[in-house]
């Protein structure tokens, strides 16, 4: 997958365009990610004994990863991402900038 966990980006397609935010979890068997404050959901929450309210919380719901792209370090937008041998190593190098992500 081309997002990690902590990576920051950009939603690019739904009713969430243009949101942006930091990947809480990446699931890579199913393609998707959590991206913090993005595709909130109500979640109804049975009484427990670390929580004996219960009740209603907003929690993020996943995205498929094909729906956000990383913001590039240097300019702030959206960019897509290659993968290059720098000194040895695989990392991540932004298109529009040419910077290192990893």
Same mark, same amino acid.
């Given at each position: 997958?081309?997002? /990690?966990?902590?990576?920051?980006?950009?939603?690019?397609?739904? /009713?969430?365009?243009?949101?942006?935010? /930091?990947?809480?979890?990446?699931?890579?068997?199913? !393609?998707?990610?959590?991206?913090?404050?993005?595709?909130?959901?109500?979640?109804?929450?049975?009484?427990?004994?670390?929580?004996? !309210?219960? %009740?209603?919380? !907003?929690?993020?719901? *996943?995205?498929?990863?094909?729906?956000?792209?990383?913001?590039?370090?240097?300019? %702030?937008?959206?960019?897509?991402?290659?993968? !290059?041998?720098?000194?040895?190593?695989?990392?991540?190098?932004?298109? *529009?900038?040419?910077?290192?992500?990893?």
């Amino acid at each position: 997958m081309h997002v /990690k966990k902590g990576d920051t980006v950009v939603v690019l397609s739904g /009713k969430h365009k243009g949101k942006s935010g /930091k990947v809480l979890l990446a699931l890579p068997r199913d !393609q998707k990610v959590v991206v913090e404050g993005v595709n909130l959901v109500t979640k109804h929450v049975k009484p427990s004994a670390t929580n004996p !309210q219960g %009740g209603i919380e !907003q929690r993020e719901g *996943a995205l498929h990863a094909s729906k956000v792209s990383i913001v590039d370090p240097e300019t %702030g937008k959206a960019t897509r991402i290659r993968k !290059q041998i720098v000194d040895g190593k695989k990392v991540r190098v932004a298109v *529009a900038s040419g910077k290192v992500i990893d």
